[in-house]
Every structure is written in C-alpha cells, then in structure tokens.
C-alpha cells in the first residue's frame, strides 16, 4: 500500500501553503475553502466584479463538517469608492439553492486597493449533504456604489465552456446573479448567468 512518503508527496498542499496556510475560523485544523483549488494559479487576473446591486457568483468545493464563519475576497489594483453597502452570501450548491447566510451589510465607505477584505456571516454555516450535496456551495458578492466598484483577484472562464457537465454541478464556475440587490440577500439563488472572470473567495 503506498502512502505520502513513498508517492513522493509534501505532507501539506502546496495550494495551501503559497497563501499562507489560512485556516477555518473556528476549527483550526481545517484548512480555509477556496476555489482557487479548482482555478488554480493559471492566468490569474484583476477581474471586475459584477456591476452595482448585481451579484457575483462562484461555486466553491467544500467538506461536510465544514463550519464557515466569514468569505474573503482579495481586492485587485481597482478600490471600491463609495460602496454604500452591499454583502456576501452562501447559497445551498444546487440550481435555486436556499439561503444560508449572509454578512450584514454596511456603509463600507472606500474599499482599498491590494488588502484582503473579509465579509463576516450573520451566522455560522455548517456544511452538511443537504446544503452541499455535490460538495460545493455558491459564494454571492454584491456591492453598490455610484461611483466605483472594486476589483478583485480573478481567474478568466470562457462563457462558452460553463455548463452543468455533470448532473447537479455547478451551473457555471463565474457568473452573476439578481438585479437591484443592496442589504437583503435573496431566499434562494435565482437565475444565475455566466461571466468570464471568477474572483478568488476564501470561506473560513
């Protein structure tokens, strides 16, 4: 039977280290979910965001026993000015998914280029086979603002290759979802449509 040593593999995943080795906000020995473990690092971008009171969509894998407590998101070159609120928010990974939970929005005034910013959940999300039943959770960022809405770090994906390939996948790997959104996040996922730049969310 072959194991870590004798295959040759690093006892920590790489992905994980290059970041820092960010954990699980209340289980410190599970490692932050993200699905820069699906994008990888290739043709990483300064992606845009959705346009104002729209919201961002990304499917990220996770693990059931998982307990998420906040979503960051790593701004690009491009601040946020005047974002008068907005949120993050986790959906159910599957078409229409309920509502888990989102942050409380805010008047977040600038959001600065090249930092780190964290969206913390009203409540905690525990992952389970019925909220993810394919592993993976939908992650929604909405901001509004008249003026300017931040990048963030993004990996590309041609709209014409998202598809639910296999029976209940994620519908697309970025897209958007909703119009006119500001403080409240819908019920349930909506109509979601595809983008061509996913950002980079880490769930903790």
Do not use: H
Request: glycine share 10%.
């Amino acid at each position: 039977m072959t194991d870590l040593v004798s295959g040759r593999y690093g006892a920590y995943d790489p992905m994980w280290l290059i970041f820092g080795r960010p954990v699980n906000a209340t289980q410190s020995d599970v490692p932050a979910r993200s699905n820069v473990w699906t994008q990888k690092l290739t043709k990483l971008e300064d992606g845009a965001l959705a346009a104002t009171e729209v919201g961002c969509v990304v499917p990220v894998p996770v693990q059931e026993g998982d307990v998420f407590t906040s979503a960051t998101y790593l701004i690009g070159a491009t601040a946020g000015n005047t974002v008068s609120a907005g949120f993050a928010a986790l959906y159910a990974g599957k078409a229409g998914g309920k509502l888990l939970a989102q942050s409380k929005t805010k008047n977040y005034g600038a959001i600065t280029a090249s930092e780190a910013y964290k969206f913390e959940l009203e409540k905690s999300v525990l992952i389970t086979s019925e909220n993810a039943p394919k592993g993976f959770v939908y992650v929604v960022l909405v901001l509004v603002s008249a003026v300017t809405i931040p990048t963030a770090l993004s990996s590309p994906v041609p709209k014409a290759c998202q598809y639910e390939w296999f029976t209940g996948g994620p519908e697309v790997l970025a897209g958007t979802v909703g119009t006119g959104l500001g403080a409240t996040a819908e019920a349930t996922l909506g109509t979601v449509t595809s983008k061509v730049s996913g950002p980079l969310v880490f769930l903790q």
